[in-house]
């Protein structure tokens, strides 16, 4: 894959290997029964990276799982003991696997329902979210939030989607 950035009024192609690996955790029948296209999970992962000049041999795993399993980790990790839609947990040494994305396909699934999108809609985007978190980004102040925000939605323009995440801190 190669993508073309403007450095110094230049356009130059830049190829980059990015390695997106999917996974599901844990196994349910739950999760054979929904279509989510993990080729364009790897595609949204992979154009962020692109986006923010990530290592090109950056990898991430991303994980689709349950509320349950994400209501788990965000009690043990955050404290707060309800299911999200989407955890992020960087690698702690530096070198090129950035880290892991868990989604709860329950709780996009909802959300699309509510918002009139498609579920991998969701999932890209959730996936989006959780890789810029693995790359330093944060919205815990309106400042951080509103970076990581346009970001966000330059990214997901860039891949046809027309939706946003909500306007509130979260």
């Not at 689709?64 to 994400?70: R, V």
């Not at 947990?89 to 950035?98: E, Q, S, V, W």
């Not at 996936?127 to 509103?146: A, F, I, S």
Request: aromatic share 8%; hydrophobic share 35%.
């Amino acid at each position: 894959r190669q993508r073309q950035m403007c450095i110094r009024d230049r356009i130059i192609t830049v190829a980059y290997s990015y390695h997106i690996s999917t996974r599901i955790y844990p196994s349910s029948e739950f999760h054979a029964s929904i279509p989510v296209n993990r080729a364009k999970l790897c595609f949204a992962a992979k154009e962020t990276l692109a986006n923010r000049a990530a290592n090109p041999d950056s990898e991430i795993c991303i994980v689709l799982s349950t509320d349950s399993y994400l209501n788990e980790l965000n009690n043990r990790y955050s404290g707060v003991n309800a299911p999200t839609d989407v955890l992020s947990f960087p690698a702690t040494d530096n070198n090129k696997y950035l880290g892991d994305i868990i989604l709860s396909t329950q709780y996009a699934i909802r959300t699309a329902n509510k918002e009139g999108h498609s579920v991998n809609e969701e999932l890209q985007l959730l996936t989006v979210h959780g890789t810029l978190h693995l790359l330093g980004y944060d919205h815990r102040t309106p400042d951080e939030q509103k970076i990581m925000w346009d970001i966000q939605g330059k990214i997901l323009s860039n891949l046809d989607i027309e939706i946003s995440y909500p306007i509130a801190n979260t």
